[in-house]
């Protein structure tokens, strides 16, 4: 797999697994009718989390991404969604195009 399509696959999961763990924090502290929902999504997340650090790192190795993209890639990760808004930049901005890196050389 290419590491765009892969990183823009995992870009994807670490945000739903976000909303999941999101959701599952809203029915254990607002409503207080159980920790199931964060009993299931917070390792799911967390999984989902050191996936996402792994192929940002193996992307922008591979598509030769500067400090600074990097940097916010793995930055990121931390807000909620925030994988999903770099993930449009970098499409956005050709760091995710492998044809456009070529047209650079």
């Given amino acids: 797999m290419q590491a765009a399509a892969l990183f823009r696959i995992v870009s994807l999961a670490e ?5 999941g763990l999101l959701t599952g924090m809203f029915f254990k502290y607002v409503t207080e009718t159980g920790a199931l929902g964060v009993k299931v999504f917070g390792p ?6 050191v996936a996402y650090v792994a192929v940002a ?5 591979k598509l030769d991404w500067d400090r600074r993209a990097t940097l916010w890639a793995f930055a990121s990760s931390v807000p909620p969604l925030a994988t999903l808004l770099f993930e449009r930049w970098a499409l956005r901005t050709g760091k995710l195009d492998p044809v456009a890196l070529r047209r650079r050389f």
């Fill in 15 to 19: 945000a739903v697994s976000w909303l």
């Fill in 44 to 49: 799911i997340h967390g999984a989902v989390f």
């Fill in 57 to 61: 790192w193996f992307t922008a190795r």
